[in-house]
């Protein structure tokens, strides 16, 4: 399997929506439930990731409002290690 990262050091490979790129639809519909919120209510259509260095609409909807995706994109990195500010905000968890 190819490895991936995401923008924030994610490892693509070892997410179960990456995963579910091979027509799991058990497993979408599994993690659609587990994953839903009151932000972010998920169908099993919805968890289909290809990366969120992925520019088409094969992203879990949720991964669009990541401030950290929204970031790096906009100053075309593929990683936040590569920036000059990092770590940032962004990165800091309550």
């Known amino acids: 399997m190819e490895k991936m990262t995401g923008i924030c050091g994610i490892c693509c490979d070892q ?25 972010f209510p998920l169908k099993a259509e919805d968890i289909l990731c290809h990366g969120c260095l992925n520019t088409s609409d094969k992203l879990v909807p949720f991964v669009t409002a990541c401030d950290m995706r929204s970031c790096g994109m906009s100053k075309k990195m593929a990683s936040c290690s590569a920036c000059d500010e990092y770590p940032c905000a962004k990165h800091k968890r309550d």
């Open 15 to 39: 997410c179960p929506a990456y995963f579910t790129r091979q027509n799991d639809e058990e497993t979408r519909k599994k993690l659609a439930e587990e994953w839903s919120s009151e932000k």
